[in-house]
């Protein structure tokens, strides 16, 4: 009888213990350096915040390796609960059918409340599918903007340009005569095209930039607007008003950290880390200009960075945890929390409100020029893009920039083999959606 009830209470000890043992996610991410320590961050509190689930989040390195490293892992049957992937290869993600639970699906379907219009403007609509439905949760989310050295424009007697007219005429010159290079980027791709096209409020690609379907779907790019921007760079680079330091984000950010470039058009993801750091000087942001010859009525931009995948082939317990992760993820704590230490986006209204209600905009007034630039007036032109093997568009573009701005080829040149090789990739991957 000992023994019999003996392994009665070892079997009952067995039940709970299974009974209560935690669902264990996994999470593949791109996030290293001190943004990874902030993932673990998130992750930990998400983990200590309830019993039933558990996360573990995995670096997997660059945008482009965890990209590349999700989609073999689904095609051996071997993918992640949820996976990041940024902005440029959304289109291949979402394209890629039965890949990912669309996230208002995952979070319906668990009864978490969900609601698009929580989201700041920006961000709504950018992983979402041409229904308005999101697939996609937004998580690092950034918009470009213009930092600029505030000793350097008072040494100049300017104030940060409006308009690009303004940079050309007034800014540029001043600042070249206070002995600084007037500006310098780091994403030409994102910043000089994509989002020009939502500043400016022009259309990016046919089929609403891509949001209707691959099939037929071209990029819009070997137009006068653009094109006469890409010329002005090159004056301005005579001019020694503009420098382009290579293709590196950290090649062009550099020089502005240094003092030499006034003006610095980066992520506001980047404000936590020049925040960080001692510069020597004062630093601020403002919204990107745009050309008033193209427009009066300027556009927000839209968002870069990078989204949360729930990958589909997961049993419902985990789907389950999934979904509650996200939920902790929008909390306005953890956004607000993730905004705070990193500079992106706080990505829901909730945090937004919590953040300004903490005064974190009085004492840090730049580190909201990204939500607000978001916030500005919409249109058609402005919701993002949705192009398949943009990563490969986006490696053309940087190509033959760098060739526009050594000298290798002339603008008219560079944007016509933009286009052939950009609807070549673009008729292709339409091919791998019929």
């Known amino acids: ?85 940024f902005d440029a290869g959304a289109a291949t993600v979402i394209a890629a059918q039965g890949a990912t639970v669309p996230v208002q699906d995952l979070l319906e379907a668990n009864g978490v409340d969900f609601n698009i219009e929580d989201y700041i403007s920006g961000v709504r609509y950018f992983y979402a599918d041409a229904d308005g439905k999101m697939i996609g949760m937004p998580f690092n989310s950034s918009s470009p903007i213009m930092y600029y050295n505030v000793q350097a424009l008072e040494a100049a007697g300017v104030t940060p340009p409006v308009t690009w007219e303004e940079f050309e005429t007034v800014t540029a010159p001043a600042l070249k005569e206070a002995g600084y290079t007037a500006m310098a980027q780091s994403h030409l791709p994102w910043i000089f095209v994509e989002n020009f096209m939502s500043r400016n409020d022009l259309p990016f690609a046919t089929n609403a930039n891509g949001y209707d379907g691959a099939d037929g779907t071209e990029i819009l790019v070997n137009v006068d607007p653009l094109k006469a921007h890409f010329t002005a760079l090159t004056k301005w680079q005579d001019a020694g008003y503009f420098e382009w330091f290579g ?92 905004h705070r230490e990193t500079g992106y986006v706080p990505i829901t209204t909730a945090a937004y409100d919590m953040a300004t209600a903490d005064g974190h905009y009085d004492r840090f007034p730049a580190a909201e020029t990204g939500i607000l630039q978001l916030s500005l007036d919409a249109s058609e032109n402005t919701r993002g893009y949705r192009m398949g093997f943009y990563v490969q568009i986006r490696d053309v573009m940087n190509r033959e920039f760098g060739r526009i701005l050594t000298g290798e080829t002339s603008v008219d040149d560079a944007f016509d083999t933009i286009e052939v090789e950009s609807n070549e990739l673009l008729a292709r991957f339409a091919q791998t959606q019929n």
């Open 247 to 338: 293709t590196g984000w950290n090649d062009n950010q550099t020089p502005f950290e240094e003092g030499e470039v006034a003006i610095w058009f980066g992520s506001s993801g980047s404000f936590g880390g020049l925040s960080q750091k001692d510069l020597g000087f004062d630093f601020s942001a403002t919204y990107l200009p745009y050309w008033e010859a193209i427009t009066t009525e300027p556009k927000q931009t839209f968002i870069g960075g990078a989204a949360l995948f729930a990958m589909s082939g997961q049993p419902d317990d985990e789907n389950e945890a999934t979904a509650a992760f996200f939920e902790y993820l929008t909390s306005p704590d953890v956004q607000y929390m993730w």
């Open 1 to 85: 009888m000992k023994n019999i009830a003996i392994s009665s209470a070892a079997a009952l000890s067995m039940l709970a213990s299974t009974a209560y043992a935690e669902t264990e996610i996994t999470w593949w991410h791109a996030m290293g350096g001190a943004l990874g320590e902030t993932v673990n961050e998130i992750a930990e509190g998400f983990n200590t915040s309830q019993d039933d689930y558990k996360i573990t989040p995995v670096f997997k390195g660059t945008y482009e390796e965890a990209l590349t490293a999700g989609i073999a892992a689904f095609r051996a049957g071997e993918q992640p609960n949820i996976m990041q992937v």
